[in-house]
């Protein structure tokens, strides 16, 4: 059973470009979770989702920032007119079901330049 | 509201020695309590979790941590480091399960 998959692991934007991060669940998860790390700080919650909704988005900034996760398909977080403070770690978890333990994937590291 | 406050950012012990790393949660109610550890370029592994069974909880690597209500304590242990112990460690809270409170995190050196 293969675990979290995040693509790419690394990518790289110039100020005002879109960033588009993937997550692939383990199979038979249906909960995702999208978190940020900073340098030298722990993860932050960002949002929440099941199968095409949206459950909790209170980690998420207001503005540039949104989170999907279609019937098929990978959970996509996608930034827009990307800015220097967002370069961070990603971090896509994913559960069976809530209150349960998340399994974490390797991350996207972002860096604008 | 939860909270996890991680006392000491940096923690340096012998190999051999024992490693404690110190967690406080705050949560209004029963919390779910989470120890992760993270190697340098990758993501959050699971250590050990609590969810209101035995409050002493044996996890991988030989690590364990007690939960402790009236301290509102997790604190993780090992009673003799290895050097593959060093890394960054976590500890994380939740109650709904929408989301998980992190620590900042403490990072482990072990020195041989």
């Known amino acids: 059973n293969a675990g979290v998959m995040q693509n790419p692991r690394h990518l790289v934007r110039r100020r005002g470009q879109e960033a588009r991060l993937r997550c692939s669940p383990m199979?038979?998860?249906?909960?995702v979770y999208w978190y940020r790390q900073l340098p030298e700080e722990g993860l932050k919650f960002m949002v929440y989702l099941q199968k095409e909704n949206i459950i909790d988005e209170s980690g998420m900034p207001k503005e540039r920032f949104s989170a999907e996760f279609p019937k098929e398909g990978p959970s996509i977080l996608r930034i827009q007119q990307v800015v220097r403070g967002d370069s961070a770690a990603y971090f896509c978890?994913?559960?069976?079901?809530?209150?349960?333990?998340?399994?974490f994937g390797p991350g996207t590291r972002l860096l604008v330049l | 509201a939860q909270s996890v406050t991680q006392l000491g950012s940096h923690v340096s012990v012998s190999e051999g020695a024992l490693v404690l790393l110190r967690c406080n949660y705050s949560s209004s109610v029963p919390p779910y309590l989470f120890w992760y550890v993270q190697y340098p370029n990758q993501g959050l592994q699971l250590l050990l979790k609590y969810t209101s069974a035995a409050t002493l909880v044996k996890g991988i690597n030989g690590f364990e941590a007690e939960f402790k209500k009236s301290e509102t304590s997790f604190h993780l242990t090992k009673p003799s480091a290895h050097m593959s112990d060093a890394a960054e460690y976590f500890c994380a809270v939740s109650s709904t399960g929408n989301q998980f409170y992190f620590g900042t995190g403490t990072s482990l050196t072990v020195i041989p």
């Open positions: 199979k038979g998860h249906s909960h």
């Open positions: 978890a994913s559960s069976p079901q809530t209150v349960e333990t998340q399994y």
